[in-house]
């Protein structure tokens, strides 16, 4: 079951936390959350699983920045959160895909006890201006059946920022 924009709100400071919260951004069933400013972008063309891909900060100025085709932007929320006892799930919302910007394709999966801001993994169709602060994606709450652990990895937990891949770290093991 999704939880309803009623029930996330009931639960915020208790099971849900989103910092800052802005009850315009809450909806029936999700809440948006905004882009931060900062980018990240990798240096290298060819990115390599076993290894730290090097990837370098750009900022999003107030005028907006254009982002180009091919390239993938890594930015994150403006929002801090954190769940428990729920599993929260990220999408982009539809005005942006509609437009042809694609935010968090493969990793929309959150895990119960994740704490932090989201990592979002942005590529586009066509050239397009983006703005900081935009409302770039919504969030949202499933209900979980069964006995569970709370999220632990030490790859993205706590986090203080936009987060480059750290696939590299399950070759170490």
Known sequence: MILSGKEIE????????????????????????????????YENHELDMKKENKAKKIMIPEEGLVLETGKLYLGRTLEH?????YVPMLEGRSSVG????FIHVTAGFGDIG??????????????IRIYPQV?????????????????????????NGVQASMLYKDFLK
């Open 135 to 159: 409302e770039i994606c919504q969030i949202f709450y499933h209900t979980i059946e069964g006995e569970y652990e709370n999220y632990k990895s030490g790859k993205y937990q706590n986090n």
């Open 10 to 41: 009931r639960n915020l400071g208790k099971k849900i936390f989103i910092e800052p919260f802005r009850k315009e951004q809450l909806n029936p069933n999700s809440y948006n959350l905004r882009l931060h400013h900062e980018l990240l972008v």
């Open 81 to 85: 959160t954190r769940t428990e006892g």
């Open 114 to 127: 994740f704490n932090g801001y989201w990592t979002l993994e942005m590529f586009c169709i066509q050239p």
């Open 98 to 101: 509609r437009l042809g910007l």
